[in-house]
């Protein structure tokens, strides 16, 4: 496994074009977690899966975004009519089931997916 | 609400000298678990040590190691004999275990420089 996997990592874009956003997680992981980094500062939460269930959506994320999670494997992070306030790296994550002995908390990271709306 | 603070934007050592960072939070919980990422320019982030809080001991990982002060809601990272690598931006998190929440609060992060 190479770890968590996100495409494209650089995507530009006009103001009020829709992006698609991929995430392929570690496949052993069934948690799946999206997050927002603005420059300098620190990943803000978006959203999580756990296997195919979306369990919690932060208000950051307006009825212009849209995640899925089919089947439990990968992610896709929708944009839809986006803004310039909407430029950002998108982080995806995962990890190990809670619960399991494993189970240790660590967040494996992709690369990110930057986004520039011009 | 959990939140995480790092009071210290910005900071820089000599290389082979120690250096330590500062992370406070906030939560009602007594089960959690504390973090600190690391992630160089342009790359991205890696775990560099972790804390869970039940565990009274402090972690340590090589030349990192943490001073986790529970009663104080303080986590703070110190590195030992800084490298060159070591020069990137150094985030603290913290993640509920309960209530099947699992969710990861970051803080806004500290830029550390290691000068040779």
């Known amino acids: 496994d190479t770890g968590v996997s996100q495409n494209p990592r650089h995507k530009i874009t006009k103001r009020g074009q829709n992006v698609t956003f991929r995430c392929d997680p570690i496949?052993?992981?069934?948690?799946l977690y999206w997050y927002r980094q603005t420059l300098g500062q620190g990943p803000e939460f978006l959203t999580y899966f756990q296997n195919e269930a979306q369990l919690e959506k932060s208000r950051l994320l307006s009825d212009r975004f849209s995640a899925e999670r089919p089947k439990g494997s990968f992610s896709t992070l929708e944009i839809q009519r986006t803004e310039q306030g909407d430029s950002a790296m998108y982080l995806c994550a995962s990890s190990n089931p809670p619960g399991q002995v494993a189970f240790d908390g660590e967040l494996f990271f992709g690369e990110g997916s930057r986004l520039t709306v011009l | 609400a959990q939140t995480v603070t790092q009071s210290q934007p910005e900071m820089s050592v000599q290389e082979a000298e120690t250096v330590t960072l500062s992370c406070t939070y906030d939560?009602?919980?007594?089960?959690?678990?504390l973090f600190w990422y690391k992630q160089p320019p342009s790359r991205q982030m890696i775990l560099v040590i972790r804390q869970e809080a039940y565990k009274q001991q402090n972690a340590t990982e090589n030349r990192f190691s943490v001073n986790f002060q529970k009663a104080a809601k303080s986590f703070s990272l110190k590195i030992s004999d800084s490298q060159l690598g070591d020069t990137a931006m150094y985030f603290c998190a913290f993640m509920m275990g309960t209530s099947g929440t699992y969710k990861y609060i970051f803080g806004t992060g500290t830029r550390l420089k290691v000068l040779a």
């Open positions: 939560t009602s919980e007594s089960n959690y678990y």
């Open positions: 496949s052993e992981h069934n948690r």
